[in-house]
């Protein structure tokens, strides 16, 4: 199957900080890359929808302004955190599609962010 | 408001017996449901999908079977292995309005097969 990478696997910082999560699609291009956030115990929830070359779409409750998306290619999307603060600290895992429609989703290996 | 409710946190189960993994959802306007496996700190991956057209699909030891009426699926492993243990994740889609199909997700279910 196609291979999605996060970087950094896992990352801690100071509250105030931003953080940057990159998600890559190794060996096919994505037109369509999707955030997550699961907390221990909880669904995946779904905090946005990326297409390349476009702005990202924020499901409901999720503060754009906080998480900045940026789609630039059809292999790298990234995700910054900014001004984070300990209620951040999650689970944050990217998947990538190869096509529109209802093709499958591929998930990365996730990034455990912890905000001290 | 959880559209997609696995009400089983965890099962546990003796290897060579059936695993039955259950899903209830909400919204009618699903038309397409995935289960996906996820081990400790690594993203889920993919196992078997099944669109609402049909109300059985199958692949290997794993079976998805849907009854739309009830709103309910369910996830068949038979035999049951050890490797099996992880966390199973149902999911279900809808189209929207730009055309984007996005998946909810339901909170899980963990799996342990004893050996």
């Known amino acids: 199957g196609a291979v999605v990478s996060q970087h950094p696997s896992w990352v801690i910082c100071k509250s105030g900080t931003s953080v940057k999560i990159e998600c890559r699609s190794l060996?096919?291009?994505?037109?369509?890359m999707f955030w997550y956030r699961q907390f221990p115990k909880q669904s995946l929830m779904l905090m946005a929808t990326?297409?390349?070359?476009?702005?990202?779409?924020?499901e409901q409750g999720v503060e754009k302004d906080k998480f900045l998306i940026n789609h630039a290619s059809l292999t790298l999307s990234t995700l910054t955190v900014t001004s984070a603060h300990p209620e951040d600290s999650s689970f944050y895992i990217c998947?990538?599609?190869?096509?529109?429609?209802?093709?499958?989703?591929?998930f990365g290996p996730g990034t455990r962010l912890t905000v001290l | 408001d959880q559209q997609v409710k696995q009400n089983s946190p965890s099962l546990s189960v003796q290897e060579g017996r059936i695993s039955i993994l259950n899903c209830d959802y909400t919204n009618s306007m699903f038309d397409y449901f995935l289960w996906y496996k996820k081990y400790p700190a690594e993203g889920p991956t993919f196992l078997i999908s099944?669109?609402?057209?049909?109300d059985k699909n199958e692949d290997g030891r794993f079976t998805v079977f849907l009854n739309k009426s009830a709103k309910h699926l369910s996830l068949h492993i038979v035999p049951s292995q050890p490797g099996d243990s992880a966390v199973y994740f149902c999911?279900?889609?809808?189209?929207?309005?730009?055309?984007?199909?996005?998946?909810?997700f339901g909170t899980g279910t963990r799996l342990k097969v004893l050996a």
């Open positions: 099944i669109s609402s057209i049909k």
């Open positions: 060996d096919f291009q994505a037109t369509t």
């Open positions: 998947s990538a599609r190869v096509a529109s429609g209802r093709s499958e989703q591929f």
């Open positions: 990326s297409n390349e070359g476009s702005k990202a779409t924020y």
């Open positions: 999911a279900a889609s809808a189209p929207v309005t730009s055309g984007t199909y996005k998946y909810i």
